[in-house]
C-alpha cells in the first residue's frame, strides 16, 4: 500500500504555500451541512496551486440521519458534481460527523449507502464516507498526530491531525488507489435506487426553486451543451478570420512589386530611447 498525504478544509488558502511539498491534493466542501460551498474559480485554483481538488458533501449534523436524507444529500451532491464537470473517477466523500454517527449509528450506515447507491447511479462510483473512528470504514477521524504508514483493512484514509496553520487545515493519508477507479463499501445498486435519486428534488441555485433532480441535471447538462457549442461557434469564427486575414496577407505580398535603388535619408532627431 502506498500512502498520499491530503489537506482538507472549509475554505480556500492561495497561495497554499503553508502546505507541506508533498501534500498534493485539497479536499473542500461541495455542499450541504457546510459554512462554505466552494466556487468553480476556488476549485480551480485549488486545483492549479496545490495539484488536485476532491470534493465531500456534508450530511445534516447534530441529530441522527437516516436513508432519506442518504437520498437528498445524494441527489444534492450530483447536481453540484454536474454543475462542476466533476471527473466521475474522483473520488467524492460524505462527511458525517460525530454527533450525527452516534445518534443513530445504524441510521447513519443506512444514510451513507443510500447516498453511495445515489451517486452511482449517476455514474460517481468512487464514493466514501468520512465517519468517527468507532464506525470502522471508509475515511476515519482519529487525531493522534502520529502520520499513519498503513490503514487497516476497508480504510481509504486516516485524518490524523487537524486545525493546523491557524486553522487552515487538517491533514490525512490516503491510500493512493483513490487516484483510480476504486469503488466503497455498500455499492449494491438497484433500478429502484436509480428512480429514487432522480425523483428526489434539488434546489436550483439560481432561483432557490426546489426541482425534481432528474429537471435539474437535463437543465444544466443542456446549459452545459449550449457553452461548449458557443465556444465551438466562436473558435470557427475565429479561424475562419485568421484565414481571411493570411489570404489578404498573401495578395498584399503579391501586389507590392519590391524597389531597387539607392536612398538618402535625412532630417534631425534622436534615434533610439524608448
Avoid: C
Avoid at 2 to 15: E, F, Q
Avoid at 175 to 203: K, W, Y
Avoid at 263 to 270: A, K, P, S, V
Wanted: negative net charge; hydrophobic residues 45%; aromatic residues 10%.
Amino acid at each position: 500500500m502506498s500512502l498520499i498525504r491530503v489537506a482538507d478544509g472549509a475554505y480556500p488558502h492561495p497561495p497554499y504555500t503553508f502546505l507541506p511539498e508533498d501534500v498534493k491534493v485539497w479536499a473542500g466542501y461541495l455542499g450541504g451541512h457546510t459554512p462554505h460551498s466552494w466556487t468553480l474559480a476556488e476549485i480551480t485554483g485549488a486545483r492549479r496551486l496545490v495539484g488536485a481538488w476532491w470534493g465531500i458533501w456534508t450530511s445534516p449534523d447534530r441529530r441522527a440521519i437516516d436513508a432519506r436524507d442518504g437520498v437528498a444529500d445524494a441527489a444534492g451532491t450530483v447536481a453540484r458534481l454536474v454543475e462542476l464537470d466533476y471527473p466521475r473517477t474522483d473520488p467524492v466523500f460524505y462527511d458525517v460527523e460525530y454527533t450525527a454517527y452516534f445518534a443513530s449509528p445504524s441510521g447513519a450506515r443506512a444514510a451513507i449507502s443510500a447516498w453511495k447507491r445515489g451517486l452511482a447511479a449517476a455514474g460517481y462510483r468512487n464514493t466514501f464516507a468520512y465517519v468517527p473512528l468507532a464506525a470502522g470504514f471508509d475515511w476515519l477521524a482519529h487525531w493522534t498526530g502520529i502520520r499513519p504508514t498503513s490503514l487497516p483493512a476497508g480504510v481509504v484514509g486516516i485524518q490524523y491531525d487537524h486545525a493546523l496553520f491557524n486553522d487552515a487545515y487538517d491533514i490525512s493519508v490516503f491510500d493512493t488507489a483513490l487516484l483510480g477507479l476504486r469503488e466503497g463499501a455498500d455499492m449494491a445498486l438497484t433500478s429502484a435506487d436509480a428512480q429514487t435519486l432522480f425523483d428526489a428534488e434539488v434546489t436550483n441555485p439560481d432561483g432557490g426553486v426546489r426541482q425534481p433532480f432528474a429537471q435539474r441535471l437535463t437543465e444544466t447538462e443542456t446549459a452545459a451543451k449550449a457553452a461548449a457549442s458557443g465556444v465551438a461557434r466562436l473558435s470557427a469564427a475565429q479561424a475562419a478570420q485568421q484565414q481571411a486575414l493570411d489570404e489578404i496577407k498573401t495578395l498584399l505580398s503579391q501586389l507590392t512589386v519590391p524597389v531597387a535603388g539607392t536612398f538618402t535619408i535625412q532630417g534631425q532627431g534622436t534615434v533610439g530611447g524608448p
